[in-house]
């Protein structure tokens, strides 16, 4: 069982920023593109944003009602990609979920590994 280990999420102040981390097992992290979900209460669970690596570089995916804001990002040589928030607004209330995909950090990839979720809870 590949275990996927998020950290980072609190309680902030509307406009303030966050930066979620999530760690996997060394080889998970090097073979699979890595996305951020987050689910609300009462919602279904949204791709948040993905990055995929390729011999080209890396390639990165961001949900509408993100872009601008967050950032995501991976240090291959710490197996941990990572999701700066910033201008955080209510609304982006919601557990937010690491996961990994064998194929790419695009939103409907198959993402087949799923961490436990860290809350993140903005205030107005």
């Known amino acids: 069982q590949v275990q996927l280990l998020e950290s980072g999420g609190g309680l902030v102040q509307a406009g303030g920023s966050l930066r979620l981390s999530c760690a996997a097992p060394?080889?998970?992290?090097?073979?699979?593109?890595m996305g951020w979900f987050r689910q609300a209460p009462g919602k279904e669970r949204d791709f948040v944003a993905g990055?995929?690596?390729?011999?080209?570089?890396?390639?990165?995916y961001y949900a509408d009602f993100v872009k601008g804001r967050f950032t995501i990002s991976r240090d291959d040589a710490k197996n941990t990609v990572y999701l700066q928030m910033n201008s955080l607004k209510p609304e982006d209330t919601a557990v937010y979920y690491c996961?990994?995909?064998?194929?790419?950090?695009?939103?409907?990839?198959?993402?087949?590994?799923w961490g436990q979720g860290t809350q993140v809870t903005v205030s107005s």
């Open positions: 990055i995929t690596t390729t011999a080209s570089g890396r390639t990165t």
């Open positions: 996961a990994a995909s064998p194929r790419s950090g695009r939103p409907n990839s198959g993402y087949d590994y």
């Open positions: 060394g080889r998970t992290f090097s073979t699979h593109a």
